[in-house]
C-alpha cells in the first residue's frame, strides 16, 4: 500500500531541494572583469569584490568615491572640492596604474590623465567589479595595480529619474 502521508512528505523534499538549487544558483555573483570570461566569484583566481545595486544604495554614499573608499587595498584621494577630479591609488599603485571601464570600454581624459569620476552619477550604476592585482597580460599596461569596471542600468532599471538637494555654504 502507497500511503498519502510518505507521497506528501517525497514531493515536499524533492520540491525544497529543487528550490535551495535555484536559490544558491541566484546567490552566485557572475563576473567578467577578471578574466575576460563569465566565472563565478569562487572560480575567481584575481582578488575581486563586487559591489551590486543593492550594496550602493545600503552605503548611503552620494558620490562614486565614497562607494569606493571603504573598499580594500584602494585608496581615493580627491584632488579638491565637490566635483573636482578624484584619483584612485590600487595596492600601491599610481593612479594611472589603474584600468577604468564603462559598460566594457575604457574610459580615461586626454588633458587631466584621469577619468572624469566624479561626474558618474551613482543613481546610473547597476554594479561595480573592482579586480586588485596586475591584469595587463589581459587588459594592457593600464592595468597594472588593477581594474575598476562600472557597468550601467539598463532597461526598466534605468528609468529616467530627478533627484533635488540643497544645503549650505553654497553647497547643493
Not at 81 to 87: D, F, N, R
Amino acid at each position: 500500500m502507497f500511503h498519502s502521508g510518505r507521497a506528501a512528505r517525497a514531493v515536499c523534499a524533492i520540491v525544497l531541494s529543487s528550490v535551495a538549487g535555484v536559490a544558491a544558483a541566484a546567490d552566485e555573483t557572475v563576473l567578467v572583469t577578471a578574466s575576460r570570461v563569465d566565472e563565478s566569484i569562487d572560480d575567481a583566481l584575481a582578488s575581486v569584490t563586487v559591489i551590486d545595486r543593492a550594496a550602493i544604495a545600503r552605503s548611503q554614499a552620494r558620490t562614486l568615491d565614497e562607494v569606493l573608499a571603504g573598499v580594500e587595498g584602494v585608496n581615493v584621494a580627491k584632488l579638491g572640492g565637490v566635483g573636482q577630479p578624484i584619483s584612485l591609488f590600487m595596492r600601491g599603485g599610481n593612479s594611472g596604474h589603474t584600468l577604468w571601464l564603462v559598460d566594457g570600454v575604457r574610459i580615461g581624459s586626454v588633458t587631466a590623465g584621469i577619468p572624469a569620476l566624479q561626474d558618474l552619477p551613482l543613481d546610473n550604476i547597476e554594479r561595480i567589479e573592482i579586480v586588485r592585482g596586475p591584469r595587463s597580460s589581459l587588459y594592457g599596461p593600464d592595468a597594472m595595480s588593477g581594474i575598476v569596471q562600472i557597468f550601467t542600468r539598463r532597461g526598466a532599471n534605468a528609468a529616467p529619474s530627478l533627484r533635488l538637494t540643497s544645503g549650505s555654504n553654497g553647497l547643493g
